[in-house]
T-cell receptor, first 110, second 115 residues
Framework: QKEVEQDPGPLSVPEGAIVSLNCTYS??????FMWYRQYSRKGPELLMY????GNKEDGRFTAQVDKSSKYISLFIRDSQPSDSATYLC??????????FGTGTRLLVSP | SAVISQKPSRDICQRGTSLTIQCQVD?????MFWYRQQPGQSLTLIAT?????????ESGFVIDKFPISRPNLTFSTLTVSNMSPEDSSIYLC????????????FGPGTRLTVL
């Protein structure tokens, strides 16, 4: 079992839809959870991170962590074609030793 | 956030040769890391580049295959030695600490193809 599992997709949605991207993890010691966005042929770009359980909102993006079920979610409201990318989740006990999921490819059609 | 550049952005190499990838950060950072990203697989940490000392390698990666240098707080190199087609991958460096004290920021990656 991988430490961080993520559905590879692709996930196809129409413009304006609410997108839900999810990961599960197995290491109960993880306290930090990150979401990165990666456009084709580019490096991963940090979207947001959360510490422990709870929600964090930044504009159209909301990250949610449920440590009891070891479930990580990223919600994107009012999705745009420019949101089309691969989204990577990661967990770790700190900021240094991050374990990444394989990424979910999102396609937002106009 | 730190701005990171990598050279080369891509290369096509012959089996048995070596390639050195450079990573430059625009400010002094505490930690630098090297990752490999293969198609359909997650980012895999190769090693932590330590300034002034030997790199710390993850399980499955060895110094003879992936020698790393970090001469100062803004620069690191990764060499992929004696390459085989299995080394074809995207290699990414990241930094953590310094001006941004929290999580890791990544460079654009080096796309390596070994024939």
């Amino acid at each position: 079992q991988k430490e961080v599992e993520q559905d590879p997709g692709p996930l196809s949605v129409p413009e304006g839809a609410i997108v839900s991207l999810n990961c599960t993890y197995s290491n109960s010691a993880f306290q930090y959870f990150m979401w990165y966005r990666q456009y084709s042929r580019k490096g991963p770009e940090l979207l947001m991170y959360t510490y422990s359980s709870g929600n964090k909102e930044d504009g159209r993006f909301t990250a949610q962590v449920d440590k009891s079920s070891k479930y990580i979610s990223l919600f994107i409201r009012d999705s745009q074609p420019s949101d089309s990318a691969t989204y990577l989740c990661a967990g770790g006990t700190g900021f240094q030793k991050l374990v990444f999921g394989t990424g979910t490819r999102l396609l937002v059609s106009p | 956030s730190a701005v990171i550049s990598q050279k080369p952005s891509r290369d096509i190499c012959q089996r048995g040769t070596s390639l050195t990838i450079q990573c430059q950060v625009d400010s002094q950072v505490t930690m630098m890391f090297w990752y490999r990203q293969q198609p359909g697989q997650s980012l895999t940490l190769i090693a932590t580049a330590n300034q002034g000392s030997e790199a710390t390698y993850e399980s499955g990666f060895v110094i003879d295959k992936f020698p790393i240098s970090r001469p100062n707080l803004t620069f690191s190199t990764l060499t992929v030695s004696n390459m085989s087609p299995e080394d074809s991958s995207i290699y990414l460096c990241s930094s953590q600490g310094g001006r941004s004290t929290d999580t890791q920021y990544f460079g654009p990656g080096t796309r390596l193809t070994v024939l």
